[in-house]
Every structure is written in structure tokens, then in C-alpha cells.
């Protein structure tokens, strides 16, 4: 008699709760039954018994969401007061260390999907899939100036168009999700000025060029008002901060703000912070933020495409789990809670590349899923209560300590 093999099925699961967003509606679905085979969410239903042989979660008072997608990270970033100094005093495999612990955390606090716009020496490359640790989008080592903007991570071309094109082409050789360029300067690098531009404005459009080339998008780092203008130019399909800074304050002209909202050139507003008692943004940086909310405000208004790129890891107030602390400050700038949630999910999956799996709970979709006890839209108090994290399936150790 021929045996009988058997392959054995691993089992489905069942998440029961009291609520669920899915990603892109405009409201909660109550009862839902989320069914999980592996990796993978295969059904979405509410009010229905779980398929026969599930096992079952039963997540009362809680509610499903897709897990978060924070456009804007740096795992090499320690979260701690001197990140940079962190990092400099760490070889390769202390910061692939530092880099995993930094993804965990991210993972506990409900954070399933990164984009880690700046690493160092391309070590973000090589953490990309790992178990344990969130989808990596990474940008390896950002392109800058000699002495330029976090020159020190490694990402330094020379200024000019064949400079940054052999620097745009290295990136895409050893295979960056996409580019990264300092447009202007930043607080993190002294001697660097945030409120002017790195680059004349027809090498960045090379950098853009050459990028766009091998089918990679753009995201410049970009406070100064003439680096948004040379970015809007250049055609960069994103830019971070978006500050508007200038020597002693903050301008926004509102053509540029037109411009940004038109051509739907993705705003990663450097938003989401951690109340740390005792801790609070330096001078130079808390004088300009009501301006900076302000002119963020008018890009919302105006449509433009905007995400809570948060910058996690840059300082204690930026743990790498931050973004979950965005969607108050979405609504300071007019966005409605089911609209919030959207932006931290579903758009900024699309922003990056990863629409087609990611920020959404439906068929089909990777099973990246945070659940929070209550409902999200009517008590915002709910992002910090964490039930339960799933990355691809699998549940996150530890992830209501989170909460
Ligand atoms: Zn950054």
C-alpha cells in the first residue's frame, strides 16, 4: 500500500475584536473577524463566526488596525541625546546591533513598516526581510556635500552633476529602495546651514535625473527655502521637513506652497513627539515651530500629499516607535481622525512603494496589525494602550509593554 503523506497545514487565526480601521475607510467596522494564514490576511469580515479550526484571538475592547508605516527613520539613530556621537563610536557590527534593537522596539510599539532615510556605510541594506524587525525601506547613506549634512554617515558626492550622478548610481548599484539627498543643511551636523542650499540648483536636478534613471524616487531633505524651491524644480517626488527656514525665522511663499500641493510632491512633516518630562526642543527650533505648524497647515490646506515623516531616532522625544504620537499632531493641522489614520497607513504605504501589501487590513494584504485597547477615532488615548502587534503574521513579543 502507498503512504498516505500528509503535508501538515498550519493552522488559521482568527483575530476577534471590538473594532476595526482598515486603512482607507472613513470609519470603524465593528465585530470584525480578521482571518491570518501565515504571512498573508485572507479574510476580512465582521459579525461572523470564526472558519472551523482557527484559533481564535479574542482581543475584546480593542480594535485592529494596519500596522504603522513611518516614512522618515534612522534605526543607526539611538534615540538617545547624542545619537551622532553614539554612532561614531560604534563599528559596523555595534551598529547593525544598535540598528536591530532600534527595529524591535519599533516593532513592540505597533511600527510594522520603515523607511530609514539615512544610514550609515548602507548597513540598513542588510536587515531588509529579517524576522523580528519591521518592512525596511532603506536609502542607505544620504547623499551630501563634502562637510555637508550628516557627511559622516558616508554618503558624500561631489558637488557637482557627474559627482552626484556617480554618487546616485553607486546607490542604486548596491541597491537603495530610494534616494536620499540633503537638499539644504540640518541642526544634526555643525557647521552645516539649514537654512541655505547644499547644492546649485542644476546639480540636484541631475542627482533627481540620474536617480529617476535607474526608476528610483527622490526625497530631499530640504529647511531652506531656496532648497524646497531647487527641490520643486529639480522634480523630487518628496521632500522631508519642509520647514521653510530661514536665518532668523520661518517664510513661506505662497506660490511654492501652490507649487507643492499641484504637483503632489510628498511632504514628510517631521511630526510625532514623545512627551519627555524635562526635555524640550532647543531655541532655535521652538521659536519657529508655531510658524512651522502654521505653513504646514496651508500645505494641508492647499491638498498638497502629506505624511508623518517623523525622523525617529534623532533625540529621546523621537524613540523609533514615535510615530504613534503623529496623529494628534495631524489634527492641529486639520486632519480628521479617520484621515490621520490614513496618513500613518495606507498613504504612507503608497509613499513607500508598498501599497500593494502594506497599510491596509484586507485580502491579500501582509498581516501587519496593531491592535489598541478602544476606538481609535473617538479616544486618540488608545494609540498608547497596545494590545497586540502582528508583523506578517506573527505576533511581537512584548509588544503591550509597549503600551
Ligand atoms: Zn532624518
Redesign the pocket.
Known sequence: MTPVIVTERPRLTALRAAWLFDGTGSAVVRDPVVVIDGATIVAVDSGVPAPPGAAVVDLAGAALLPGLVDT?V?LAFDASTDPVGHLAGRDDEEVVAAMTRAGQAALRGGVTTVRD??DRDYLSLGLRGRPGLPAIVAAGPPVTTPGGHCHYLGGVAEPTGPGVRAAVREHAERGVDVIKIMASGGRLTPGSRQDLAQFPPDVLRAAVDEAHRHGLLVTA?AHAVGAIADAVAAGADGM?HVSFWTEDGVDAPAELIRLIADRRIVVGATIGMRPVPGLAPPPEVAARIPAIVANTRRLYEAGALIVAGT?AG?APVKPHDVVRYAPAMLGQLGFGPAEALRAVTSVAARVCGLGHRKGRIAPGFDADILAVDGDPLADPAAWQRIRAVYARGTAVPDAAAAG
Open positions: 522618515h534612522h532615510l539615512g531633505h522631508e525622523d534623532i
